[in-house]
T-cell receptor, first 113, second 115 residues
Framework: NAGVTQTPKFQVLKTGQSMTLQCAQD?????MSWYRQDPGMGLRLIHY???????DQGEVPNGYNVSRSTTEDFPLRLLSAAPSQTSVYFC????????????FGEGSRLTVL | AQSVTQPDIHITVSEGASLELRCNYS??????LFWYVQSPGQGLQLLLK??????LVQGIKGFEAEFKRSQSSFNLRKPSVHWSDAAEYFC?????????????FGTGTQLKVEL
């Protein structure tokens, strides 16, 4: 019963380094998304996808890239990490259409020095 | 643009006392409304959701919420709080318009339960 799986759970980067946060879901959900969570700011949407080959920007997309080559996977790429990207990142998925329940991964804590 | 306001950053209640967490939303059409709970170091879990119909919605763990369109509110309630309810609670809004694929979250309310 895996649900939404995120890796890694913890990562420390130096400024300017690149990395990819992995997200996989086994529920055949069409919709997938990435949020970042910062103290006092709740969850903010970075990017989302309504199906394979389709992605769109959320509220805070700068500094992040995504792709959706399969229904199952939705990786988040940081091309040149900055200290402002220190955060906890959550991947979430749900069935297609509006309004469905989002299922969340357990989060990835990223620190950029 | 859709938005959610949770005016209480922190709330402390005694175990066994009643609880109400406030949520106000802004949305241009009929909203979908959600309450999620997050325990420390964990992802978010859905407590309940409102799509349409009865404005009083029952959820898991004894929680309920009432949708009041006239007040643009969706407050979360529990008649008797348990120590295990200590967590952070998030209200969220989405809908069927072009923004419906985006779920917007409030900034959260941290609940502390005193024994």
């Amino acid at each position: 019963n895996a649900g939404v799986t995120q890796t890694p759970k913890f990562q420390v980067l130096k400024t300017g380094q690149s990395m990819t946060l992995q997200c996989a879901q086994d529920m055949n959900h069409e919709y997938m998304s990435w949020y970042r969570q910062d103290p006092g700011m709740g969850l903010r949407l970075i990017h989302y996808s309504v199906g394979a080959g389709i992605t769109d920007q959320g509220e805070v997309p700068n500094g992040y890239n995504v792709s959706r080559s399969t229904t199952e996977d939705f990786p988040l790429r940081l091309l040149s990490a900055a200290p402002s990207q220190t955060s906890v990142y959550f991947c979430a998925s749900r069935p297609g259409g509006a309004g469905g329940e989002l299922f969340f991964g357990e989060g990835s804590r990223l620190t950029v020095l | 643009a859709q938005s959610v306001t949770q005016p209480d950053i922190h709330i402390t209640v005694s175990e066994g006392a009643s609880l109400e967490l406030r949520c106000n939303y802004s949305y241009g059409a009929t909203p979908y409304l959600f309450w999620y709970v997050q325990s420390p170091g964990q992802g978010l879990q859905l407590l309940l959701k409102y799509f349409s119909g009865d404005t009083l919605v029952q959820g898991i763990k004894g929680f309920e919420a009432e949708f009041k369109r006239s007040q643009s509110s969706f407050n979360l309630r529990k008649p008797s709080v348990h120590w295990s309810d200590a967590a952070e609670y998030f209200c969220a809004v989405g809908g069927v318009t072009g923004g419906g694929n985006k779920l917007t979250f409030g900034t959260g309310t941290q609940l502390k339960v005193e024994l």
